[in-house]
């Protein structure tokens, strides 16, 4: 199995820009009590949202996610196959229903920026997510992604990883999405990292699609950003402190058409390297 390195990561004196337009310290402090608020709410509620039906789960999910990234005075724009969903601004709008489109139990992958990529996976398309085990640590939001049912990797005991692509296909098999982000680590959104096979083996192994899904930050006046960017020795209150200082900030999100499972390959190491290499072509086709 192809071993799951950690990318090189963007420098952060190229990619941080300080261009971008800043709101005032006092509507940064009414951002940061919101953000607390709904994350608060977000770690009482995980219990007894974990006992609600699926479907009705998904949706509170979603609902939550929409909250807290208008919280942060984040607009996204979802879209499909780069159509944009009806939807005001701060919104997440709507699809066929109010979710992405794709089949069930699918892996979505997608190019990572930020910490922020995680709530705007889930304010289209709920999902488990599999993430670095460090983010367990992180204040009350750790908390909150382990309830949620995160998959957790040590990126530092590579042996463990047959076992954390055992999870996922099981996960998979049983008809749920798992969002996965295969660069193995963030970029500031100029550049990218290649997508690592390894972890498409779960979807080989499911018989699963793959849905990829194109993030992107910018301002409001099209302008591309990278304030968002969780890079080099950033911690999480800092990236935090950065995304509620800028003024405009939009994220569209783009969920392109999913990628079904290879035909019969020589190998299963081919398999997974073909819908790797399918997925970032569609993603960097976007982007």
């Known amino acids: 199995m192809s071993v799951w390195l950690p990318t090189a990561p963007c420098r952060p004196e190229t990619c941080l820009d300080e261009r971008a337009p800043e709101v005032s310290h006092p509507r940064r402090a009414l951002r940061l009590t919101a953000c607390l608020v709904a994350v608060l709410a977000g770690v009482l509620l995980s219990l007894p949202v974990r006992l609600l039906p699926y479907g009705v789960r998904e949706r509170l999910i979603r609902l939550w996610a929409r909250v807290l990234l208008r919280a942060l005075g984040v607009t996204v724009h979802l879209g499909t196959s780069g159509a944009p969903w009806s939807g005001g601004a701060g919104q997440s709008g709507r699809a ?121 930050y910018r301002l409001a006046d099209g302008r591309s950003t990278s304030a968002p960017a969780f890079i080099g020795d950033d911690g999480l209150l800092t990236s935090l402190a950065r995304v509620v200082a800028v003024r405009g900030l939009v994220a569209d999100v783009t969920f392109l058409p999913p990628i079904p499972p290879p035909g019969p390959q020589p190998t299963r190491a081919g398999a997974r390297r073909e819908l790797a290499r399918a997925a970032q072509a569609a993603v960097e086709g976007i982007r």
């Open 96 to 216: 066929r229903g109010g979710t992405a489109v794709g089949a069930d139990g699918a892996l979505v992958v997608a190019n990572h920026v930020s910490w922020l990529d995680i709530p705007l996976l889930a304010a289209g398309r709920p999902g488990r997510s599999l993430a670095k085990t460090e983010v367990r640590s992180w204040p009350v939001l750790g908390h909150l992604v382990a309830w949620g049912g995160t998959v957790f990797l040590d990126r530092d005991r590579l042996r463990t990883l047959p076992d954390t692509v055992a999870t996922v296909t099981e996960v998979l098999r049983a008809g749920h999405p798992v969002i996965v982000f295969p660069e193995g680590s963030t970029w500031c959104g100029r550049e990218s990292g290649r997508f690592r096979p390894a972890l498409f083996q779960a979807a080989v192994e499911a018989g699963a699609f793959v849905q990829p899904v194109t993030i992107r």
